[in-house]
Structure formats: C-alpha cells, structure tokens
C-alpha cells in the first residue's frame, strides 16, 4: 500500500514500544519516517533498518522531551532529512507512579515536560514546515478521562491536558487545512506494560474485551488518520481501550 507516498512524519519516542509500530505502520503505507530516541539508539537503529529493509526511507534522531531546544531541532532536523514534514505524531512519554503524596516536584515539572510542553513546542515547530493536510496527532492515555485505580494523578493529570490543547490546535489550524486529533490507548501489551505483568489480570479485568491491545491497533488508528480517510477529522480524540471507559 502506498497510501502515504511522497508523505514524511516524525515520531517521537519511536525506538520501543507504540511508537516503533507507528513508526513501522506508517512506513509500510509509504511514508518516510523519522523517530525519536532518549537512549535505546540500538533499539532505534532496530526500528530503521526494519523500515529500510522493506524499501523505505528513515532516520533515528537523539532527543529527549524533556530538553525544550532537543524537541524542536529534532522536528527540523526531520524536515530537513525529508525536505518536508507532514505528519507529527507526539508519542513520547514516560509513566510515573504514585500516589500524590509520594510524588516530587521533580518528577512533576518532568512528566509535565515530556507530556505537554514537549507536544506543545513539538507541534509548533512543524508547523514551520507543514503545508495543507499536515496532520498532528498526539498519543494520550484513557486514564485522562477516568481513572480507576491509585497511583496516577500525575500521569491522567499530564495526559489530559493534550484534550485541550487537541481542541484548541484544531481550532488553530482549520483554516490552514491541517488537522489535529489526539488517540488515547488503554492498557497496551509493551515493555513498559506487559500483559503478563503484575498487575495485567487487573487491567484486563477492566476492559469490556476482556484483553490488552497490541501496539498495532494503536498505530492502526493513527494510520487511519495520518491517511486520505482522516482528512476531514480534527480536534477529535479516539479512544482504544478494549471499552474500559465506556
């Protein structure tokens, strides 16, 4: 398929996990892909040569999100590798735990970094290189909307921001003919939530399919978007979740 030919996206947070399936998804419908990496540079060299392997074209950029000037010069030097940039998808993330009292300010003004303020600077940097149907989509998490266990208010407090901000993107940019869409994933079988992990028979437990998402239903969704189907969909946010918040 060929869908996104002649397309270049960036993916933050792109060497593990949801991320390298977009990253691989998006590649596989054509598009040139650059991702985003912190430290795993051998996991992100992983994702490249399996994009390349299959004919595409990709690149593996060192930044981490919570470095304001990294996130910027990565979505330029995405641009720049590609001679333009279409899609940005804001992946990146990190899952802190803890119930309120345990949590420091550190570990606030980071997760609040890396979640909003890496998006926000993220999405206004592409903009210098997107032109009519760009397409922003940012990876959230259902616990935004309700959470139903302790030890998240930081993380549901920093995902939900990115409703707001989806919103008034959407708003922003309709006349540029650029879209904004935020998917929010539920439990998602990954390294950093196995669905053989401790808690997973709980987390399964509270969906209405009664099992974890692959990575790949992930990246399928916001390959709908990314793709011609998604271009009269923006400031909508998609939640995969196997029904646990319905």
């Known amino acids: ?94 899952f802190p735990f803890g119930v309120i009292d345990e949590v420091t300010t550190e570990e606030v003004d980071r997760t609040l970094a890396i979640h909003a303020r890496a998006v926000f600077l993220a999405s206004q940097a592409a903009l210098r290189h997107m032109t009519e149907d760009g397409r922003i989509i940012s990876i959230g998490s259902n616990l935004a909307e309700r959470v139903p266990f302790a030890g998240v208010a930081l993380y549901a407090m920093s995902k939900s921001a990115l409703i707001g901000f989806t919103k008034g993107l959407a708003r922003d940019l309709g006349e540029r003919g650029i879209t904004a869409n935020l998917v929010q ?31 790949s239903d992930i990246a399928e969704t916001v390959a709908y978007l990314a793709g011609p189907a998604g271009r009269n969909i923006t400031g909508s946010v998609f939640t995969v979740d196997g029904g646990t918040n319905a």
């Open 1 to 94: 398929m060929s869908e996104l030919a002649g397309r270049a996206a960036l993916v933050t947070g792109g060497s593990r996990g949801i991320g390298a399936a977009i990253a691989r998804r998006l590649a596989e419908l054509g598009a040139d892909v650059a991702i985003t990496y912190v430290s795993a540079k051998d996991r992100a060299d992983e994702v490249v040569d399996q994009i390349k392997a299959k004919g595409g074209r990709a690149v593996a950029i060192p930044a981490d999100n919570v470095d304001a000037t990294a996130v910027v010069s990565a979505v330029d030097q995405a641009a720049a590798e590609f001679g333009r940039l279409d899609i940005l998808v804001n992946n990146a993330g990190v």
């Open 185 to 215: 994933p539920g439990s998602t079988d990954t390294d950093m939530n196995p669905a053989d992990g401790e808690s997973a028979d709980h987390q399964r437990s509270l969906t209405a399919l009664g099992r974890y998402a692959a990575a």
